[in-house]
């Protein structure tokens, strides 16, 4: 489980490198789903830094965060701390226990970035997308991102050495192991059709190693919102989001 160390390696990560870019990709995606009012839930939040951007844009809305890493929440804590967000409450706990822990029918936005693949199995992974079907108010939408499975170890290898490997030992096997560790395509497209949210549409686009879905998006609401990026960086963003934007499929499900 992420420690002081990897948490800080993981903000560098967000802020200096490739691995930025992607996430301000999804940022950008995950504010095109974000509702005007309501209240949304963050799953696996980490240090908070998406749910603070969410929280910043949509000051009306109430926002949660849950996590199971006390280092984490305690980064949290100082970074919704520092922006002064009076809109997030962050919360200790397991992403399979989210009915347990928050109630049935309670949120009108999920959202879940880079965490499912630490799920021990894909058995514990349903059992997440079944407690978010539950904590979601009927028709509300949910946002998924996550890391999905290179196809060859030589790959794997290549890629994790060639843009993880300088953020810091901690982040570059931490990151090793989550590319082991993450889903197909094809084995997330049938744990998403098993659990309880199938039903509605699906928008996903990915483009390795990154997945992008979103579940019953409601086609209104797509927003551009600016995101703050090095010109360099915003280059690669714009790449990215046409790369993406030709791979992404929509379905009903
Ligand atoms: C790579 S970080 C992603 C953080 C954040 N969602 C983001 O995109 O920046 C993965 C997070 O998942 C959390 N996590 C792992 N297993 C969990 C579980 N079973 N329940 C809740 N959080 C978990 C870790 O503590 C870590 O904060």
């Not at 000051?59 to 006390?70: Q, Y």
């Not at 967000?85 to 879940?112: H, K, Q």
């Not at 192991?177 to 497209?189: G, H, N």
Request: charged share 25%.
């Amino acid at each position: 489980m992420s420690d002081q160390t990897f948490c800080a390696q993981y903000e560098s990560a967000i802020h200096s490198s490739d691995f930025g870019v992607f996430y301000a990709y999804i940022l950008e995606r995950a504010l095109g789903s974000v509702p005007q009012s309501g209240s949304g839930l963050d799953v696996a939040c980490g240090p908070a830094i998406l749910l603070s951007e969410f929280a910043r844009r949509r000051p009306d809305m109430a926002f949660t965060g849950v996590d199971l890493s006390h280092a984490m929440l305690e980064q949290a804590r100082r970074n919704v701390e520092k922006q002064g967000l009076a809109n997030v409450r962050l919360l200790y706990g397991n992403m399979s226990d989210l009915p347990e822990i928050l109630g049935d029918e309670t949120f009108d936005w999920v959202t879940c970035t880079f965490g499912l693949h630490y799920s021990r199995d894909a058995d514990q992974a349903l059992a997440v997308l079944d407690g978010v079907a539950r904590v979601l108010k009927p028709g509300a939408c949910f946002f998924l991102a996550d890391l999905t499975r290179f196809k060859r170890e030589v790959t794997r290898q290549w890629f994790a050495n060639k843009y993880d490997r300088g953020v810091g030992e901690e982040f570059f096997r931490e990151i090793l192991d989550s590319y082991l560790a993450s889903f197909s395509l094809e084995e997330f497209m049938d744990l998403l059709q098993r659990s309880r949210l199938s039903g509605g549409t699906v928008e996903w686009s990915c483009l390795l190693p990154v997945l992008v879905v979103a579940h019953n998006l409601h086609p209104g609401r797509r927003t551009r919102e600016r995101i703050d990026l090095t010109w360099l960086q915003r280059l690669k963003h714009g790449l990215l989001r046409s790369v993406l934007r030709l791979s992404a499929v929509r379905s009903g499900f």
